[in-house]
């Protein structure tokens, strides 16, 4: 890739992966991508790439927490500018369609993660007050059952991950 420096006005002969850098849809664009490419490892920014010319579907929890962590614009700016690229240019549809399927998965995944770092009695907080609504008030035994059930299942799928 480009050095940091020339991030702000890549030449032609800028490079990514050995593919030639296609135009900037904006100035600061491939800044922003650097930034954004930053939050993760090589080894994952790989996985993310191969996954998105695969089948979309990430399994490994460590990469879904940078996916998550670069956020979705980050997201969306990487599979805009990889269907952009000549090479990737008649696979742009497949290139959209796996980098929002990462994207939506990690999102699930890192949900659950949060419900757990959360704990129990910010659960059972939450569930408390619902039920002390008066609209919810004659739902209350089911709000409390169905809000354990949640952090039972956000427990055994993050011990899954």
Do not use: H
Request: charged share 25%; proline share 6%.
């Amino acid at each position: 890739m480009a050095q940091e420096e020339d991030f702000e006005n890549p030449t032609p002969s800028d490079t990514w992966f050995g593919l030639p850098l296609p135009p900037q849809p904006r100035p600061g664009y491939y800044k922003y991508l650097g930034d954004c490419i930053d939050k993760t490892t090589k080894a994952c920014g790989v996985k993310i790439a191969k996954t998105i010319f695969e089948n979309g579907k990430l399994n490994d929890p460590s990469c879904c927490r940078n996916v998550v962590e670069a956020g979705y614009l980050c997201n969306r700016a990487l599979s805009y500018i990889l269907a952009k690229f000549d090479k990737f240019k008649p696979q742009a549809a497949k290139i959209y369609q796996n980098g929002n399927a990462i994207y939506d998965k990690c999102i699930i995944d890192a949900s659950n993660i949060k419900v757990v770092e959360a704990g129990y009695l910010c659960n059972r907080a939450l569930s408390y007050i619902l039920a002390k609504f008066d609209k919810f008030k004659p739902q209350a035994a089911r709000i409390y059952q169905n809000g354990n059930a949640i952090y039972d299942k956000c427990i055994v799928d993050a011990s899954n991950m």
